[in-house]
């Protein structure tokens, strides 16, 4: 991957780690940072002054088609042919959340402004927008009713059916 100087033409540097293509690349907010998205099933953060390779970030089980950061340079969502997105702590590289629902390779995703929600479209014709707004409150919720309508469609579970008499049914 090659920096260039956009007013002289130059080059300023390349960027040498992705073992293929490279899909994309975008600046963090404050122009630190870069993210790039390879062929090789990896997302790289490099210093955007040095070149230096910060982060490789793996976990994609196929092509990697873009990378970007939240609005506040925290979290970097990535779209991947593997049909999921992925977000990431970039401080520390750690995969903190797979989304999953695509039916084909995803080939976008991006936060909205707050970093709570992000949009993805997929090969597979659709665009998802994904909640990432979950505290404990809400996953408790989520996860009452889901076995509501477990318990709703199968009677016969063997499970405590009062587990979640306390928490509300709306989510």
Same mark, same amino acid.
Do not use: Y
């Given at each position: 991957?090659?920096?260039? &100087?956009?007013?002289?033409?130059?080059?300023?540097?390349?960027?040498?780690?992705?073992?293929?293509?490279?899909?994309?690349?975008?600046?963090?907010?404050?122009? @630190?940072?870069?993210?790039?998205?390879?062929?090789?099933?990896?997302?790289?953060?490099?210093?955007?002054?040095?070149? *230096?390779?910060?982060?490789?970030?793996?976990?994609?089980?196929?092509?990697?088609?873009?990378?970007? $950061?939240?609005?506040?340079?925290?979290?970097?969502a990535s779209a991947s042919?593997?049909?999921?997105?992925?977000?990431?702590?970039?401080? *520390?590289? @750690?995969?903190?959340?797979?989304?999953?629902?695509?039916?084909?390779?995803?080939?976008?995703?991006? $936060?909205?402004? &707050?970093? @709570?929600?992000?949009?993805?479209?997929?090969?597979?014709?659709?665009?998802?927008?994904?909640?990432?707004?979950?505290?404990?409150?809400?996953?408790? @919720?989520?996860?009452?009713?889901?076995?509501?309508?477990?318990l709703e469609s199968n009677?016969?579970?063997?499970?405590?059916?009062?587990?979640?008499?306390?928490?509300?049914?709306?989510?």
């Amino acid at each position: 991957m090659k920096i260039w &100087d956009a007013d002289t033409g130059e080059e300023i540097r390349t960027l040498k780690g992705h073992r293929a293509l490279v899909r994309s690349a975008v600046f963090s907010p404050d122009s @630190k940072q870069i993210a790039s998205a390879s062929r090789d099933s990896t997302v790289k953060i490099w210093d955007a002054a040095t070149g *230096t390779l910060i982060r490789n970030l793996t976990g994609h089980s196929e092509s990697v088609n873009s990378a970007v $950061f939240s609005s506040d340079g925290k979290r970097i969502a990535s779209a991947s042919a593997d049909n999921t997105v992925k977000i990431w702590d970039v401080a *520390t590289g @750690k995969e903190l959340v797979t989304l999953s629902g695509h039916s084909a390779s995803v080939i976008s995703a991006v $936060f909205n402004l &707050d970093g @709570k929600r992000i949009v993805s479209a997929s090969n597979d014709n659709s665009v998802r927008v994904w909640d990432l707004d979950w505290d404990l409150d809400k996953l408790t @919720k989520r996860g009452c009713h889901l076995l509501r309508e477990s318990l709703e469609s199968n009677p016969n579970a063997n499970i405590d059916r009062h587990l979640c008499d306390d928490i509300p049914a709306s989510l």
